[in-house]
């Protein structure tokens, strides 16, 4: 408002005062465009905000999923682990049985040829001596079923009673080792593998008579 004219006593106030439409109207579009500005700027802000939000939100599903999928992935590692294990469980257990499949198998067969052994050469054990016949000028001769087995050569037998806990190191009646008598029987390597089993026995004897 501008006030045209002087103030002259006695004049009326609608002399004195004068609205302005122009100024008015200048003085609402501002407002107006203060207005217009801060609800934009509010929107942008909500705006914002709800971008924030929704990444937000975006990421923490992205964590779970991932998560989700590590879990997953363990689960099946560990069950995976569980029958891989399982598996070398069933087959060690497999093995165990064949052996000792094979192992009786094994023992069966070497008590049969041994007792067919004893029995043919009069022998009541592995350990056990067998005299032999005497007369009055020669004393009885006692031999072993190793010595035996060493002097006829048989490989099998010796290897079955190294097995049954024969001593290599026990000396006959003539003071000699199992692995000695082979060894005079032996005849362009005839005695060679029994002499292989013995080869231990080489050594000089420390067994008694």
Known sequence: MFCQNKCIPGASMADKVR???????????????????????EQQRAEEEARKRLEELRAFAEAEEERRRQQEAE???RKQEEEEEKEAQRKQEAERRERERLEQEQRLKRKAALDEF????????VNQ????????????????????????????????LLQE???MNQMN???????????????????????RLLGQAVKAPSGGA
């Not at 579009?29 to 500005?37: F, I, K, L, M, V």
């Not at 004893?118 to 054990?125: L, N, P, S, T, V």
């Open 19 to 41: 609205v302005d439409p122009e100024a008015i109207a200048l003085e609402q579009a501002r407002r107006e465009a203060e207005e217009s500005q801060r609800m934009e700027e």
């Open 165 to 167: 806990g024969a001593q």
């Open 129 to 160: 001596p067998r005299k032999g016949g005497a007369c009055q000028v020669l004393k009885s001769t006692v031999t072993y079923p190793l010595h035996r087995a060493a002097e006829l050569g048989n490989e099998q037998l010796v290897e079955y």
């Open 173 to 195: 009646s003539s003071k000699l080792t199992a692995a000695q008598v082979a060894k005079n029987k032996d005849k362009g390597g005839s005695h060679a593998e029994v002499l």
């Open 75 to 77: 689960e099946a590692r």
């Open 118 to 125: 004893y029995q043919r050469y009069g022998f009541d054990g």
